[in-house]
């Protein structure tokens, strides 16, 4: 398993986690999705590195912005 590291910007309740959630949670290959409103942190786990452009369209249609933390 991998973990790949995002910061999203403009969560900030439990509804806006489980929008990012769901989104992310759907792309092929993601095992867990572990996000926080409160830090903006968003870790993506899964079998291979999950793709980076995917996982940012997937966090756009959720309503927000996110960049991969190196």
Partial sequence: MTTSEYQ??????GHCETA?????????????????????????????????AAVLAAVDEAGYEAVRVP
Avoid at 8 to 13: F, L
């Fill in 20 to 52: 990012v959630r769901g989104e992310v949670g759907g792309l092929p290959g993601v095992a867990h999705v572990d996000v926080s409103a409160a830090t903006g942190r968003l870790v993506v786990t899964s079998a291979t590195a999950p793709d980076d």
């Fill in 8 to 13: 999203v910007t403009g969560m900030t309740c």
